[in-house]
């Protein structure tokens, strides 16, 4: 007998916390369900199974994820052979603690085993209650389904987990070891998106640019981006996330040649003190990271540069946090994610102090991220006039007659226009540099 769990219209309900990766991941899991005859509802009163994605990496999305499973559980009363599942690095790191902590909880799924969701409902509808499976397998997984989602632009995974063990990261307890998916498989799996209608590739993994460091004989991540950079029909090529430490010069270099290599590169640097850095376990010094982007701009003048940065790690003082500001204003980003530190059980810097005091927190954000509005800003302004590539994603969600795209270097683009661009290259004249996007018209 088929080990495919057949059902006829039933509905599941994904709630996603945290990363890209997570959002893959529920791609991944939602096309596995698809598999077997579900079909996704964006209501989770009418679902049949809810699964909530979570992310641990700070306390923020922890807690979220935790008060809207208490509310899912509602449906229970309505609907009593409904399923409620934590997938995510919540599920990984907790494992059957969850169980005992929601005793309506169906079953809880860690970020290694997604391949074995069907299984698992499978056999909570047998009546097994309270299913665990967490822990990581030898590998990628390799028999996952090519999510139908998101047609346009696609994600692709191509290493998981993480050997970096930065100080204050679950990731790598919640993730596991590095590995990587072998070259030929990502290479099918762009080709076959390609031919679905994908026109740009998102390459997603902790740290893409130490892609097959443990695998002598594979594609070092420059030559897989040159491979991919060949397939026909594929317009855009972008990655997620790199580290400093391993930004090779011929990385670097790739964005000189590669013609489909859109000129964007995430590279966060957490913190702008080196003491802050060395207790934070990174590898590299702001001296090295200022000379990456040097380098970066070198290769490629036109490039956007984003960031990760942390406020508040144990133990950063007035000056540590200076020169952080200090190394913003030097780089001037084009934008960064920015969070207040939280200890996560489980890493080395929880066992320090969490020193800094709440408000300081806070202020040292939002100061921070005042400064990098201003430049953002800027930076919008001075596109005024100029013409910029723009794949077309859909209609903007503030008026029917707006078109919305992106740039190469990542800025959104809303400019009047029909809806039959979407999935076109089209060439906008950009007239108006705001705070979160551009605004301009199709170039003649
Ligand atoms: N692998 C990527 C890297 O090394 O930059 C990203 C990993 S993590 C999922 C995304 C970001 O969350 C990190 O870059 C860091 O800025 C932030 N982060 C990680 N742990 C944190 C913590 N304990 N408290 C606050 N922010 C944290
Ligand atoms: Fe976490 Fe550091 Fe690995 Fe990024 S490189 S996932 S911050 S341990």
């Known amino acids: 007998m088929s080990d495919k769990l057949i059902v006829i219209e039933k509905r599941v309900y994904i709630k996603t916390f945290g990363c890209q990766m997570n959002e893959h991941d529920s791609e991944w899991m939602l096309a596995l369900l698809e598999e077997c005859g579900y079909q996704e509802t964006k209501r989770w009163e009418e679902a049949d199974v809810i699964l909530v994605n979570t992310c641990t990496v700070r306390e923020k999305p922890e807690q979220k994820a935790y008060s809207i499973v208490g509310r899912f559980?509602?449906?229970?009363?309505?609907?009593?052979?409904?399923?409620?599942?934590?997938?995510?690095?919540?599920?990984?790191?907790?494992?059957?603690?969850?169980?005992?902590?929601?005793?309506?909880?169906?079953?809880?799924?860690?970020?290694?085993?997604?391949?074995?969701?069907?299984?698992?409902?499978?056999?909570?509808?047998?009546?097994?209650?309270?299913?665990?499976?967490?822990?990581?397998?030898?590998?990628?997984?390799?028999?996952?389904?090519?999510?139908?989602?998101?047609?346009?632009?696609?994600?692709?995974?191509?290493?998981?987990?993480?050997?970096?063990?930065?100080?204050?990261?679950?990731?790598?307890?919640?993730?596991?070891?590095?590995?990587?998916?072998?070259?030929?498989?990502?290479?099918?799996?762009?080709?076959?998106?390609?031919?679905?209608?994908?026109?740009?590739?998102?390459?997603?993994?902790?740290?893409?640019?130490?892609?097959?460091?443990?695998?002598?004989?594979?594609?070092?991540?420059?030559?897989?981006?040159?491979?991919?950079?060949?397939?026909?029909?594929?317009?855009?090529?972008?990655?997620?996330?790199?580290?400093?430490?391993?930004?090779?010069?011929?990385?670097?270099?790739?964005?000189?040649?590669?013609?489909?290599?859109?000129?964007?590169?995430?590279?966060?640097?957490?913190?702008?003190?080196?003491?802050?850095?060395?207790?934070?376990?990174?590898?590299?010094?702001?001296?090295?990271?200022?000379?990456?982007?040097?380098?970066?701009?070198?290769?490629?003048?036109?490039?956007?540069?984003?960031?990760?940065?942390?406020?508040?790690?144990?133990?950063?003082?007035?000056?540590?946090?200076?020169?952080?500001?200090?190394?913003?204003?030097?780089?001037e980003f084009d934008g960064f994610f920015s969070f207040k530190y939280s200890p996560r059980q489980g890493t080395r810097s929880a066992q320090w102090q969490d020193d800094v005091p709440p408000e300081l927190k806070q202020w040292r954000l939002a100061t921070l991220q005042e400064l990098q509005r201003e430049i953002t800003l800027k930076k919008n302004k001075k596109l005024e006039g100029t013409v910029k590539e723009v794949l077309v994603e859909g209609r903007s969600r503030n008026s029917p007659h707006t078109m919305m795209g992106r740039t190469g270097c990542n800025r959104i683009v809303n400019f009047p226009g029909e809806s039959g661009l979407v999935g076109e290259l089209v060439l906008v004249k950009i007239n108006e540099g705001l705070q979160n996007s551009l605004r301009g018209e199709l170039s003649r």
């Open 73 to 331: 559980q509602q449906l229970k009363e309505n609907n009593h052979d409904a399923i409620i599942g934590i997938a995510g690095c919540v599920a990984q790191q907790r494992g059957e603690g969850l169980l005992a902590r929601m005793p309506t909880l169906d079953f809880v799924l860690g970020p290694g085993k997604i391949h074995k969701l069907p299984e698992i409902l499978r056999d909570v509808k047998s009546g097994e209650r309270g299913v665990c499976a967490v822990g990581f397998e030898n590998g990628c997984p390799t028999n996952l389904p090519i999510p139908r989602t998101r047609q346009l632009r696609s994600y692709v995974t191509i290493m998981q987990g993480c050997d970096n063990f930065c100080s204050y990261c679950i990731v790598p307890a919640v993730r596991g070891r590095e590995c990587s998916r072998p070259s030929d498989e990502v290479l099918a799996e762009i080709d076959a998106l390609v031919q679905r209608g994908t026109k740009e590739v998102i390459l997603l993994g902790q740290n893409v640019n130490s892609y097959a460091k443990n695998n002598p004989g594979e594609l070092t991540f420059p030559r897989l981006l040159a491979k991919i950079d060949e397939i026909p029909g594929l317009e855009r090529i972008r990655f997620t996330t790199s580290h400093p430490k391993d930004l090779t010069e011929e990385l670097i270099e790739a964005f000189g040649t590669l013609e489909h290599l859109c000129e964007h590169f995430h590279l966060p640097f957490q913190a702008g003190s080196n003491a802050v850095l060395e207790r934070m376990h990174r590898g590299h010094t702001r001296e090295e990271y200022l000379a990456k982007i040097r380098a970066l701009r070198k290769a490629a003048p036109q490039i956007s540069i984003t960031a990760d940065v942390m406020v508040g790690f144990p133990g950063e003082d007035d000056d540590d946090f200076t020169q952080t500001l200090e190394l913003v204003q030097a780089v």
